[in-house]
Every structure is written in C-alpha cells, then in structure tokens.
C-alpha cells in the first residue's frame, strides 16, 4: 500500500462540543501522522468553493451555513491508504448509518451536522490539501 495524504476537517459542531481532542486522539491511534493543522473560521466564500461539487444540490445553503457557524480544525494527514483509512474511520456520511466506533457515530449529530470531513479520492484529496496548505506546512 502507497503511502498517500489526505485532507481532514473537524467540522464547527464537533469543535463547539469539545470533542477535536478526541477526534484527534482517534486519527493518531488510527496511525496517521498530523502533517499539518490549523484552527481556522471558514468564510462563506471558501466554504462555497469547497464544496462547490455539491452546488445545486437542495443541502448546499444548510451545509455552508453550518461549515460557517464557528471554527473548524483543518488537518493534513498522512499514512498508507490515508485516504480509505480515514474515511473508514470517520464512518458512514448519515452517523445513523455509521459503524459503532466511528467518529461520525461517535460525534456526528445526522446527516449534515456529522463532526468530521475527509477526502474522497486522491485528486480532491490534492485539490483540498492545496486549498487550504502550503506544501512547506505539510511536515
Ligand atoms: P462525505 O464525503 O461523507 O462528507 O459526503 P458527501 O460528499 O456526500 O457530502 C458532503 C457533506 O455534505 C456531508 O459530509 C454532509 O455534511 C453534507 N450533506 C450530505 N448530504 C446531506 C443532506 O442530505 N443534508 C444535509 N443537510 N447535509 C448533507
């Protein structure tokens, strides 16, 4: 298996709660090393460019909102598989649908307030780390 990098965000419900810390508990016993991670208040513009893939879709505005509503942690991991391996354990998208463990099953409220982002394949992966990282930060 390649060693790979991936992007991940510990969304504003999940850092309001109290809960980064765990969360990044989880990615470190999971084996991943933090490459980098930065604390950071999404502005509407950046959320919009982010998840412009789902723009036109019935969720966007309630998704921007809630990617807006307070700070997030932004993190670039990296292990072998990272990509599959977080989003493993991050769990399923609806934390109803989520394996027992997961931090979307532990931390996630439903289907759009689910504590945790993680990239999909490994072009997001590189357009997401590069939206958000230097490649000098990611050490
Ligand atoms: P992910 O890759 O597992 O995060 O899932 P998607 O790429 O399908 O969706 C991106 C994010 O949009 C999800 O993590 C949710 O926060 C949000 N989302 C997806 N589907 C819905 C929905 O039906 N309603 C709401 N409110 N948010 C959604």
């Known amino acids: ?43 509407r513009a950046e959320a919009e460019g982010f998840y412009a893939v789902h723009k036109g879709k019935g969720f966007f505005a309630e998704l921007v909102d809630f ?38 099953k532990l931390y996630g409220t439903n289907i759009g307030r689910n504590a945790s982002h993680g990239s999909d394949a490994p072009e997001t992966a590189a357009f997401e780390l590069s939206w958000f990282f230097r490649g000098s930060e990611m050490i």
Do not use: C, Y
């Open 67 to 104: 990617m807006t509503e307070g700070p997030v942690v932004l993190l670039a991991l990296e292990r072998e598989n990272a990509i599959a391996k977080w989003r493993e354990v991050m769990g399923a998208t609806n934390p109803d649908k989520a394996e027992a463990g997961t931090v979307r």
């Open 1 to 43: 298996m390649p060693i790979e990098r991936t992007f991940a965000i510990i969304k504003p419900d999940a850092v309001a709660a109290g809960n980064a810390g765990q969360i990044l508990a989880m990615i470190e016993t999971a084996g991943f090393k933090i490459l980098a991670m930065r604390k950071h208040q999404l502005s």
